[in-house]
């Protein structure tokens, strides 16, 4: 599976690209609790398995059974996301005491901010995990595979050929429409509409490609040999889902009429 370099990268680059993008909004706070979660902290549970296997049978059980329950995107969050969240935010408020650590917003983060940074750091940990460990055989990413047609060459139905279009054809006809020039525009409307209509094309999507291979019988290809229903459902949960985590934990934009408690 990805080492500490990897996970390490991926969360710190994203957590940069979102300062950059924000103005400051999501801060080097964010970025470093967000990547210190994304690369130790499901992995803290196998840190405990070594641990205990130096201190003894009895520890090493111990360190095993907690390496079961940690090294998960759910259990991860639900065990440690408050003990986590109340710590992160002590750091964060020592840190901008000892002025170790810069933030835009001149506040430390709330327990708020610091369970969603938690939430996104896990779940950007087995994006990586999943696509790249245990030789490609994970159950999730082999799962990923079983969404697709590899039995022989997939047959072309015509009633796929015209869902898959339309909804197709519907996902850019409606951005044209949605971000069409105006008088008056707001970006921000504009990009919330969008929004809303890819995550209804894609739920269609998802439920169309689910019909073929889950309810009928015999299962018939949802869209050729794609897995396409896999790749729908690993995206947005293990890459978009952390990163709207990473947004809404973002600090306020008016800083002084609206600081976070901590």
Same mark, same amino acid.
């Given at each position: 599976?990805?080492?500490?370099?990897?996970?390490?990268?991926?969360?710190?680059?994203?957590?940069?690209?979102?300062?950059?993008? +924000?103005?400051?909004?999501?801060?080097?706070?964010?970025?470093? /609790?967000?990547?210190?979660?994304?690369?130790?902290?499901?992995?803290?549970? =196998?840190?405990?398995? *070594?641990?205990?296997?130096? #201190?003894?049978?009895?520890?090493?059980?111990?360190?095993?059974? /907690?390496?079961?329950?940690?090294?998960?995107?759910?259990?991860?969050?639900?065990?440690l996301g408050l003990p986590l969240c109340v710590?992160?935010?002590?750091?964060?408020?020592?840190?901008?005491?000892?002025?170790?650590?810069?933030?835009?917003?001149?506040?430390? !983060?709330?327990?708020?901010?610091?369970?969603?940074?938690? =939430?996104?750091?896990?779940? =950007?940990?087995?994006?990586?995990?999943? !696509?790249?460990?245990?030789?490609?055989?994970?159950?999730?990413? +082999?799962?990923?595979?079983?969404?697709?047609? *590899?039995?022989?060459?997939?047959?072309?139905?015509?009633?796929?050929?015209?869902?898959?279009?339309?909804?197709?054809?519907?996902? /850019?006809?409606?951005?044209?429409?949605?971000?069409?020039?105006?008088? +008056?525009?707001?970006?921000?409307?504009?990009?919330?509409?969008?929004?809303? #209509?890819?995550?209804?094309?894609?739920?269609?999507?998802?439920?169309?490609?689910?019909?073929?291979?889950?309810?009928?019988?015999?299962?018939?290809?949802?869209?050729?040999?794609?897995?396409?229903?896999?790749? !729908?459902?690993?995206?947005?949960?293990?890459?978009? #889902?952390?990163? *709207?985590?990473?947004?809404?934990?973002?600090?306020?934009?008016?800083?002084? #009429?609206?600081? !976070?408690?901590?």
């Open positions: 599976m990805p080492g500490p370099g990897p996970h390490l990268m991926y969360t710190m680059t994203s957590g940069l690209a979102l300062t950059t993008l +924000t103005s400051g909004r999501f801060s080097p706070h964010h970025t470093l /609790i967000y990547t210190v979660n994304a690369f130790f902290g499901p992995d803290i549970g =196998s840190f405990s398995e *070594w641990l205990g296997s130096i #201190l003894g049978s009895s520890f090493q059980l111990l360190g095993s059974s /907690i390496a079961d329950y940690i090294h998960d995107p759910f259990y991860y969050i639900l065990i710590l992160y935010t002590w750091v964060s408020k020592i840190l901008l005491q000892r002025k170790l650590l810069d933030s835009a917003s001149g506040v430390p !983060l709330s327990r708020r901010q610091c369970f969603l940074l938690v =939430s996104a750091g896990s779940f =950007s940990h087995f994006f990586l995990d999943h !696509l790249f460990e245990e030789n490609g055989q994970s159950t999730v990413y +082999t799962w990923i595979l079983s969404t697709g047609w *590899w039995k022989n060459r997939a047959p072309v139905n015509p009633d796929a050929v015209f869902v898959v279009g339309f909804l197709c054809t519907c996902l /850019i006809g409606g951005f044209i429409y949605l971000n069409r020039v105006r008088p +008056t525009k707001s970006t921000r409307i504009q990009s919330y509409k969008s929004l809303k #209509l890819v995550l209804i094309i894609a739920s269609l999507y998802c439920v169309w490609c689910g019909s073929q291979i889950y309810m009928v019988n015999p299962r018939r290809p949802a869209v050729g040999e794609e897995a396409d229903l896999g790749v !729908l459902v690993f995206l947005a949960t293990y890459f978009f #889902l952390p990163h *709207w985590f990473c947004i809404m934990s973002m600090n306020p934009k008016d800083h002084n #009429l609206e600081q !976070l408690p901590v």
